[in-house]
């Protein structure tokens, strides 16, 4: 089956640092999904991938769906506190197919 | 995005004893989505439940163990049964969710503990 690593595992940064973070996969995906979970609750979709190649941002956070398709990375520019949370990739093979999720990247932000 | 809600937020139970989770959305959606996050790890598809005909299940999971209803295109039900210590984990529904760009909504999920 796929399976996609994620890295790095955690991170601590201060307030005001930019973070990488990113995910490989063994297969080809046609979706990248990036999630971010904060205790307690569900994860809360934060970009979603369409095409390769593809660039999106949401406010301080851009992801790239890869040109071999089996990688994307989350970049969060001028952390902050709030940023604090687990990150998950996600991909899909095809439309309706089952996600594969990585293993996370639990982001400490220190004020 | 779609709005779901889920029941029991928590729950603590004894072993042996079942526990069914309930999952209604506000849009009607095809297909609905159960995933186990065990404690500080990833999410693991259980099963996908299309509303008329059997949820199917992923490799490791099975019917007797978690069954599935999925009544109408609105709501679903997990239930985790025959439970053990192994089982305690958050246990979250998931919808494909064309108001988010098709991305997938989870709901907020069941932290299981069983005792």
């Known amino acids: 089956g796929q399976q996609l690593n994620q890295s790095p595992q955690s991170m601590f940064i201060q307030e005001g640092e930019d973070v990488s973070m990113n995910c490989t996969s063994s297969?080809?995906?046609?979706?990248w999904l990036w999630y971010k979970q904060d205790p307690g609750e569900g994860p809360v979709l934060l970009i979603a991938?369409?095409?390769?190649?593809e660039l999106t941002s949401n406010g301080r956070l851009t992801a790239q769906f890869g040109i071999t398709r089996k990688d994307s990375f989350l970049n969060i520019s001028a952390s902050i506190p709030s940023d604090v949370g687990i990150y998950f990739c996600?991909?899909?093979?095809?439309?309706?197919?089952?996600?594969?999720f990585g293993e996370g990247t639990q982001l400490t932000v220190n004020p | 995005s779609a709005v779901i809600s889920q029941k029991p937020s928590r729950d603590i139970c004894q072993r042996g004893t079942s526990l069914t989770i309930q999952c209604q959305v506000d849009?009607?959606?095809?297909?609905m989505f159960w995933y186990r996050q065990q404690p500080g790890q990833s999410l693991t598809l259980i099963a996908t439940?299309?509303?008329?005909?059997?949820?199917?299940?992923e490799s490791g999971f099975v019917i007797d163990k978690f069954p599935i209803s999925r009544p109408n295109l609105t709501f679903s039900t997990l239930t985790v049964s025959n439970m053990s210590p192994e089982d305690s984990s958050i246990y979250l529904c998931?919808?494909?969710?064309?108001?988010?760009?098709?991305?997938?909504?989870f709901g907020s999920g069941t932290r299981l503990t069983v005792v």
């Open positions: 849009s009607q959606v095809t297909m």
């Open positions: 996600a991909g899909q093979e095809t439309s309706g197919s089952r996600l594969t």
């Open positions: 297969s080809i995906f046609n979706t």
């Open positions: 439940a299309n509303q008329g005909s059997e949820a199917t299940y």
């Open positions: 998931s919808v494909e969710d064309y108001r988010s760009n098709y991305g997938y909504t």
């Open positions: 991938l369409y095409k390769a190649g």
